[in-house]
């Protein structure tokens, strides 16, 4: 972000990481969201888990009042 590194947000590359992204993929691009993981698994040097919570059907009335 603004070319900050994750140390600069204080992120510790060296501990478990838990990423929690809850309706946040479906409003990006794709090329975006693939930026967002190659970034984390690339400057993530522990483990690192990711939950993802995204709507799994955008036809439905859920996804049609989200979208």
């Known amino acids: 972000v603004g070319g900050k590194t994750l140390g600069e947000f204080g992120v510790k590359n060296d501990l478990p990481t838990f990423v929690i992204a809850e309706c946040l993929?479906?409003?990006l691009e794709n090329s975006a969201t693939q930026g967002?993981?190659?970034?984390?698994?690339?400057?993530?040097?522990?483990?690192?888990?990711?939950?993802?919570?995204?709507m799994m059907h955008p036809k439905d009335a859920f996804g049609k009042m989200m979208l």
Do not use: G, Q, V
């Not at 970034?39 to 995204?54: C, G, H, K, R, V």
């Open 25 to 27: 993929f479906c409003y």
């Open 36 to 54: 967002i993981m190659k970034m984390l698994l690339e400057n993530i040097a522990s483990d690192l888990y990711i939950a993802n919570f995204d």
